[in-house]
């Protein structure tokens, strides 16, 4: 989740709050209780399931598998909203207005992230130790993605 959402503010993890982009405009949320959170979670949960028990049971009809998926978005948007009791983020209609499907998964993410303070700071410091035993990783990663030069003499035998 590191690559998608980049990393959590010390500072809002301490003062317990959520910060979302929606149509160029932050909005800070306060991250709830446990209780509260766990019961938001069970509404995330059952949505996946959902979701994904569609596409599962649609087998090889990749039509209907891509129908399943393109619904999706509605029932997240929902969850946002829930999660928010009405009081700091735009309504439905505005967010469906201004988000792409993934701003709205990185704000669900976003949610989710700050009910799991562990489990951010467990990525975090995977990510590090991936980085401690192989530092050159990310310069490597770099170097191979960037197209080839063409300028330099060819590499292919000209053999028959």
Known sequence: MDSLLGPRSIDDVRAKRIVLTIGGVKYTLPVKPMRAMREWEERLDEELVRLLSLVQSDGDDHKAMLLALSQSPWPFI???????????LPDRDSIDETETEYDLLIACL????????LADIGLAL???RELMLDPMQPLRAHLSSLPPRGDGPSTTSMTN
Do not use: K, Q, T
């Not at 929902?78 to 700091?88: A, H, K, M």
């Open 78 to 88: 929902d969850l946002l909203i829930s999660y928010d009791d009405g009081n700091v």
């Open 110 to 117: 976003e949610v989710w992230r700050a009910a799991h303070p």
């Open 126 to 128: 995977f990510a590090l």
